[in-house]
Structures are given as structure tokens and as C-alpha cells.
T-cell receptor, first 113, second 113 residues
Framework: DQQVKQNSPSLSVQEGRISILNCDYT??????FLWYKKYPAEGPTFLIS?????DKNEDGRFTVFLNKSAKHLSLHIVPSQPGDSAVYFC????????????FGRGTSLIVHP | DAGITQSPRHKVTETGTPVTLRCHQT?????MYWYRQDPGHGLRLIHY???????DKGEVSDGYSVSRSKTEDFLLTLESATSSQTSVYFC????????????FGPGTRLTVL
């Protein structure tokens, strides 16, 4: 059973608009969350993270929001750029466990010029 | 960029043959991981290592074995390759479990005919 779910396999957005990528988790032990970005034929790269003691973390155009009660997090990209077109993976870790991250299946974002 | 290389980058092999993929790091990170990426499945953990000669299974470990005789090298072996093991394989490293991001290698595309 998936503990980290990215229910939208793909998302298409116009350049300059906001992209919102969603991620849901089921394990209440998860307390640290990360987003990775992956271009074709390359390995994933770290984008942004958030600890469960926060509800928002911002880095330039990227903001991650965490709603612990809903077990939901989202990644906002504003404004979206064509270079943001990639697959985005959500990952979650638990301090009290093995710390090994659990990944979602990814969302493919396409930003149209 | 973290110093992680994978070899080979591409391999085509036949069912039943043994295959070994190599991951090499120059970062002296303690943790190393092997993932496979398949359409619709995201990143799935095969095996990981938390030190020299210390390894453990991930969620899709059947048919795979690993070895780590040096800090910098983590080998993934398919004892008898099957077509279901056709995939893109990523190695990752991290310095600490928990609050540490992973750095991924460029990937190895393996095709089993």
C-alpha cells in the first residue's frame, strides 16, 4: 500500500502561471518531507524540504506547504517557467524509523511557453 | 554536484545472465542506496547500505543482491537477469539518515531481452 501518494500523474501549466503539485501521505510517523526534481536521462535532484514543525518553507519561486492534520503537502511554483518542466517526486521520512525516504510515484509537469 | 558515477550507463543483456552495476562516490558519504525507476511506479528502493559491509533490503529486493567492500563503492548484482528487471537504476548517497537529502547518480538504463 502506498504511503506517499501523488495522485496526479501529469500537470500542464502556462508559463508565468502558478503550478501546484500535491502529495498525500498516510503514515503519521513521517515528520520530514522533500521534493525532488528529475529531468529526462538525469538523476533526481533535491529541490526543497520541510519539517513537520513548520507549515511552510520558501526558496525563491518554490514554496512547500504542509497540512499535518490532512496529511497533505503541496509544492507551489510561481511563476512557472518552461525550464521547470520535469518530473517532481515527493518523499517522506520518519525520525523514529529507519529514516529511509519513501517516494511517491511522481508528477510530470509541463510548462508551456 | 555530488561526486557520484554509475557504470555502465547503458546495458543490454539476455535473460538468465548475471549483471553487475557499479556506483562510485567521492563524497565519503555513509549511506548508499539503489533504486529502480519504472513508469507508474516512481522510485522504488532495492537495497541500501549504512556502512562498509552493512546492507539491508528495500521494498523490491527479490532477484537482487548488493555488496559494499569499500566506502566509495556499492555494487548491485542481478544474479540471473529477467525481463521484469528491465528498468532505469539510480544510485544515491546521503551523509546521514534522517535530515539529510539524497544525491543521485545519473542512472543506468538496463534492458533484459
Amino acid at each position: 500500500d502506498q504511503q506517499v501518494k501523488q495522485n496526479s500523474p501529469s500537470l500542464s501549466v502556462q508559463e508565468g502561471r502558478i503550478s501546484i503539485l500535491n502529495c498525500d501521505y498516510t503514515n503519521s510517523m513521517f515528520d520530514y518531507f522533500l521534493w525532488y526534481k528529475k529531468y529526462p536521462a538525469e538523476g533526481p535532484t533535491f529541490l526543497i524540504s520541510i519539517s513537520s514543525i513548520k507549515d511552510k518553507n520558501e526558496d525563491g519561486r518554490f514554496t512547500v506547504f504542509l497540512n499535518k492534520s490532512a496529511k497533505h503537502l503541496s509544492l507551489h511554483i510561481v511563476p512557472s517557467q518552461p525550464g521547470d518542466s520535469a518530473v517532481y517526486f515527493c518523499a517522506a521520512q520518519a525520525s523514529g524509523g529507519s529514516y529511509i525516504p519513501t517516494f511517491g510515484r511522481g508528477t510530470s509537469l509541463i510548462v508551456h511557453p | 554536484d555530488a561526486g557520484i558515477t554509475q557504470s555502465p550507463r547503458h546495458k543490454v543483456t539476455e535473460t538468465g545472465t548475471p549483471v553487475t552495476l557499479r556506483c562510485h562516490q567521492t563524497e565519503n558519504h555513509r549511506y548508499m542506496y539503489w533504486y529502480r525507476q519504472d513508469p507508474g511506479h516512481g522510485l522504488r528502493l532495492i537495497h541500501y547500505s549504512y556502512g562498509v559491509k552493512d546492507t539491508d533490503k528495500g521494498e523490491v529486493s527479490d532477484g537482487y543482491s548488493v555488496s559494499r567492500s569499500k566506502t566509495e563503492d556499492f555494487l548491485l548484482t542481478l544474479e540471473s537477469a529477467t525481463s521484469s528487471q528491465t528498468s532505469v537504476y539510480f544510485c544515491a548517497i546521503s551523509g546521514l539518515a534522517g535530515r539529510d537529502t539524497q544525491y543521485f547518480g545519473p542512472g543506468t538504463r538496463l534492458t533484459v531481452l
